[in-house]
Nanobody
Framework: QVQFVESGGGLVEPGGSLRLSCAAS????????MAWYRQGLGNQRDWVAT???????NYVDSLKGRFTISRDNAKRTVYLQMNNLNPEDTAVYYC??????????WGQGTQVTVSS
């Protein structure tokens, strides 16, 4: 059974930082390209960033320079470091493989709220 468990979200002021974590189980983690996605209130779930099995990364253009995706294969965990957050980053953040093939395994996500 494939499972993704996200954590690390919270309430942060504009300009602040958060580091999200996603623990995966039920897959050969090191073999998969992994990604973060986010869904703002009333919006569809959008792709944020990808890290492939070799460690190469890719980001939504608007987030380059502020967000950094990384992975620890030994811990079966993917991370998202988010800096200089702004209210437009408020969303529920999810992880899955890229391009999100485990459609029955979306986790609860972790809520990120950027507000003063």
């Amino acid at each position: 059974q494939v499972q993704f468990v996200e954590s690390g979200g919270g309430l942060v002021e504009p300009g602040g930082s958060l580091r999200l974590s996603c623990a995966a189980s039920g897959i050969i983690f090191s073999a998969y390209d992994m990604a973060w996605y986010r869904q703002g209130l009333g919006n569809q779930r959008d792709w944020v960033a990808t890290i492939n099995s070799g460690g190469s990364t890719n980001y939504v253009d608007s987030l380059k320079g502020r967000f950094t995706i990384s992975r620890d294969n030994a811990k079966r965990t993917v991370y998202l470091q988010m800096n200089n957050l702004n209210p437009e980053d408020t969303a529920v953040y999810y992880c899955n493989d890229f391009p999100g093939r485990f459609t029955d395994s979306w986790g609860q996500g972790t809520q990120v709220t950027v507000s003063s």
